[in-house]
């Protein structure tokens, strides 16, 4: 029996109900994060809990509990003995449920509190040859630096770009390249790693922060600088990375290889040095 986390709660998934008036299910009025378990250890689960009061505070969403996070993930995995397998605790924060209305509550409800934990394969596994990114054209809202569950942009690209052979969808705004519908994504130019910076138009990925220290551990130049489409062709190696998968290759973008279309030399750097880094907290 699979156990979920339910508004202070820990119950048999299948009996959780939801209020059709969670200003989640009615506006998407909420958000979440997505937290990885190695066989024995979180990584980075202060990053994500961070990550996770950032974006209540900016949505404006008060959960009086919010450092019960990461004993609420550990008490799913141990829960669903999931201990030494890999797995993902999914996390959710609404701003509750109250009649239908644009303004938000008043007085404020209690946010709605939601969570599971289930087993997972990486979602690299298969993918060690690289894969071929889609290009869009940006159509997300103006936020994408908050972890929001308004997420029908981001799965109708996906879907897009999975129904024509690709392993993700990249979005460009004027001209320059953001990120994926789930991922951050590298380029190397010049043997220089280059990724848009962080801003209002990009998640400020766990996985980001860290692939970018492993970089710099392995004396490699990075600039947070945006790369524009006009400069792919100058790309010799890309990636993207994301809690599921860590780092992917990158082969293509459309019809235009990434290099000589193969994964690069220093991808295979900073993914062996990124290993170290998660490794590290099993030691902690």
């Known amino acids: 029996m699979n156990i979920s986390f339910f508004n202070g709660k820990f119950l048999p998934h299948n009996k959780i109900c939801i209020s059709p008036e969670d200003r989640g299910f009615l506006f998407a009025d909420g958000v979440y994060e997505v937290v990885r378990w190695y066989n024995g250890f979180f990584f ?8 996770l009061r950032r974006s209540l505070r900016e949505l404006k969403i008060k959960w009086g509990e919010e450092d019960s ?25 609404t701003r509750g ?35 071929s990114v889609m290009l869009r054209k940006e159509l997300r809202w103006g936020r994408c630096d908050i972890k929001s569950i ?13 129904e024509q052979g690709y ?5 460009v705004k004027d001209g320059f390249i953001t990120e994926g519908s789930h991922s951050n994504i590298f380029f190397v130019i010049d043997g220089v790693l280059r ?5 209002e138009s990009i998640l400020s990925g766990i ?3 860290h692939t970018i220290n492993a970089a710099m551990k392995c004396g490699i130049r990075v600039e947070e600088r945006a790369v524009h489409e006009k400069e792919l062709l100058q ?26 279309g193969k994964p690069g030399p220093l991808t295979g750097q900073i993914h062996k040095k990124f290993r170290e880094i998660v490794e590290s907290y099993a030691r902690r």
């Open 207 to 209: 996985t980001r922060k």
């Open 150 to 162: 308004a997420l029908l942009p981001n799965t109708l690209c996906f879907t897009e770009a999975a």
């Open 235 to 260: 790309v010799s190696e890309s990636f993207i990375t994301n809690t599921s998968a860590e780092i992917t290759p990158v082969i293509a973008f459309g019809s235009i290889p990434a290099g000589n």
């Open 195 to 199: 990724t848009h910076p962080e801003s």
């Open 44 to 51: 980075d689960i202060e990053g994500h809990h961070a990550r």
């Open 97 to 131: 449920a109250a009649p239908r209305s644009h303004t938000f509550p008043s007085p404020p409800v209690n946010p709605t509190i939601f969570a599971f934990a289930r087993p997972f394969t990486p979602e690299s596994s298969g993918k060690e040859n690289g894969i």
């Open 167 to 171: 392993g993700e969808c990249i979005f």
């Open 69 to 93: 996070f990461p004993v609420i993930a550990e008490k799913l995995v141990k829960m669903n003995h999931l201990d030494d397998k890999p797995a993902l605790v999914y996390f959710q924060v």
